[in-house]
């Protein structure tokens, strides 16, 4: 009923751009606060990124600067601009929602808590 996808990870030389898309598939009525999490081979899940419905947003110590979420509800699309990757940046990169509200046909509306993609590799070159 819901699908959260993400997309635009690949490989890149450490210096470069990406930039990752996460799209809300379903008959979405609202999504709250979306997420960016990276967890690299052997390390610990880390958020990286946050943005709220109404557009604030908060980001890690290690990515301040270089990158930044956005969102487009008319897409039902987050995005997270990655500047300046560096080899640490390397890891897989999943979306998340806290909270989506969807069409259900038989109570009339569901609610998805928590609610996450199957990620998308990033691997930054030295």
């Known amino acids: 009923q819901v699908q959260l996808v993400e997309s635009g990870g690949g490989l890149v030389q450490a210096g470069g751009s990406l930039r990752l898309s996460c799209q809300v598939f379903?008959?979405?009525?609202?999504?709250?606060?979306m997420k960016w999490y990276r967890q690299a081979l052997g390390k610990q899940r880390e958020q990286v990124a946050s943005i709220t419905s109404g557009g604030s947003t908060d980001y890690a110590d290690s990515v301040k600067g270089r990158f930044t979420i956005s969102r487009d509800d008319a897409k039902r699309t987050a995005y997270l601009q990655m500047h300046s990757l560096n080899p640490e940046d390397t890891a897989v990169y999943y979306c998340t929602a806290d909270r989506i509200l969807f069409r259900d046909e038989v109570v009339g509306a569901k609610e998805a808590v928590d609610f996450w993609g199957q990620g998308t590799q990033v691997t930054v070159s030295s």
């Open positions: 379903g008959s979405i009525l609202n999504i709250n606060t």
